[in-house]
């Protein structure tokens, strides 16, 4: 499969140019391994090396040998490594040493140095259709901020291929697959998050049925002003009951595998407006889209142009 390239590659280069180490960070699937390894000399994949995660433990400075750029890719499976790269790269004086890839944030640690001033972090989320080579890009959402007028040629897309793009999504393992299958594909991904990933990312047991609610809600409740006991009672429904705090520890989790992510709010030209979201932070996560509630191929009567942001669509 030919690498697409992605916005997030000349951001990478200009920071390996400033900075020791970067901390490219997504969730799961979204290439952050793909888009590191085109610019790195070297590598390490520390999920599946059990040799190098074992030397990591024993001998992290000899791991850290090889050509620069090197990718340290799951760091966070040994978080002891950020402090021994801390170190190498104070020692080295030179940019661009490592780029260290994760889909999950480490537990905070008081013994973990902040990094600052060595480590430059940037986050990657799923390709826009710019990236996937199906918009022209001609609208900016900088220009639209700053009052300007949107004006696009035709991208020669028709509505049911545009509505199509939209369940295929932006994950690139998917990009190619037809809508059904990258649905099925997109289902088995929230399927794991839910039933393992949510579990290991912090060892407490969850359950599998109350993230998918949980992740339901959320993205019926983005961009509100929803609270967790608002989120807690739409999860618990007739069924169950699940409190605010067992909430906010499910969202927790999920910001820290990068699922979800909390998005400041943007004020357009300093101005005020009924469509604005007023609190202080917007909860949302990975890309703007539109969500399809009807059939893929009913076009606009099947396509409600309601905003949304999320990493994938939620199935039905």
């Given at each position: ?211 998918k609610r949980v992740l339901q809600s959320f993205a019926r409740n983005v961009a509100t002003q929803a ?90």
């Amino acid at each position: 499969m030919k690498y697409q390239s992605r916005i997030v590659d000349d951001e990478l280069t200009r920071l390996l140019k400033v900075t020791g180490a970067v901390v490219l960070e997504g969730p799961k699937a979204v290439g952050k391994t793909w888009s590191a390894g085109q610019l790195s000399a070297s590598n390490v994949f520390l999920d599946i090396d059990s040799g190098a995660l074992q030397l990591a433990k024993i001998d992290p400075f000899l791991l850290l040998k090889g050509s620069t750029p090197r990718l340290i890719d799951e760091w966070q499976m040994e978080p002891d490594l950020w402090n021994h790269i801390r170190r190498e790269v104070d020692r080295r004086q030179l940019p661009g040493q490592f780029i260290l890839t994760g889909s999950a944030v480490p537990a905070d640690d008081v013994a973990r140095h902040t990094g600052a001033g060595r480590f430059s972090r940037m986050r990657i989320r799923p390709m826009t259709l710019f990236e996937t080579g199906h918009s022209t890009g001609d609208v900016s959402i900088s220009t639209l901020f700053a009052g300007g007028v949107p004006s696009a040629t035709d991208s020669g897309l028709t509505i049911s291929q545009v509505i199509d793009r939209v369940c295929i999504g932006g994950w690139p393992a998917f990009a190619g697959l037809p809508p059904d299958e990258a649905q099925r594909a997109m289902r088995s991904y929230l399927d794991e998050i839910a039933r393992t990933d949510i579990r290991r990312v912090d060892g407490v047991h969850r359950d599998p049925l109350k993230v998918k609610r949980v992740l339901q809600s959320f993205a019926r409740n983005v961009a509100t002003q929803a609270a967790n006991s608002t989120i807690a009672a739409d999860v618990g429904g007739t069924d169950t009951t699940v409190g605010r705090e067992t909430v906010g520890e499910y969202l927790t989790s999920l910001e820290r595998l990068m699922i979800i992510e909390d998005l400041p709010h943007r004020p357009v030209s300093g101005r005020r407006c009924p469509e604005c979201i007023p609190s202080q932070v917007a909860k949302g996560s990975q890309f703007l889209r539109f969500v399809v509630r009807e059939s893929c191929h009913q076009g606009f009567a099947g396509l409600h142009a309601t905003c949304r942001r999320s990493s994938f669509a939620l199935p039905r």
